[in-house]
């Protein structure tokens, strides 16, 4: 698998409210497929965002490491990827590999990203 079609797999995500210290309370969200995942905030929206990047750099580390990414279920058949890296802020060697990957799969499927 590239690492394109590994940024597409649908992960199970779950999502709490979580009581930090009396009367303070946080957004946690994990994708408990993929140990290790999991941020918190006190905005949902930032809270996705720091998963996401959790998500990106756990699979990016254990793919360069050469050790297995957890797979539960098949990647999306569509998707760019990019964005989410931008996004995250990742660097842009990561970037740039991602949109390469992805520009070659949908030019063999005939099709242009999304």
């Given amino acids: 698998m590239t690492l394109s079609e590994h940024l597409r797999v649908p992960y199970l995500l779950e999502a709490a409210s979580v009581e930090v210290s009396p009367r ?6 994990a994708y408990p497929e993929l ?3 999991v ?6 929206e ?5 998963l996401e ?13 050469g050790q297995p990414v957890p797979v539960p279920r098949a990647p999306l058949a569509t998707g760019y990827s990019a964005w989410i890296a931008l996004e995250a802020a990742l660097p842009g ?13 949908h030019q063999s ?6």
């Fill in 24 to 29: 303070q309370w946080v957004c946690r969200l």
């Fill in 35 to 37: 140990e290790g995942c």
């Fill in 93 to 105: 060697d990561i970037v740039a590999r991602i949109r390469r990957e992805e520009t070659m799969q």
């Fill in 109 to 114: 499927a005939g099709a242009t990203p999304d």
């Fill in 39 to 44: 941020a918190e905030s006190p905005s949902l």
């Fill in 53 to 65: 990047t959790r998500r990106l750099n756990i699979i990016l580390t254990r793919l360069d490491a």
């Fill in 46 to 50: 930032d809270a996705m965002r720091k």
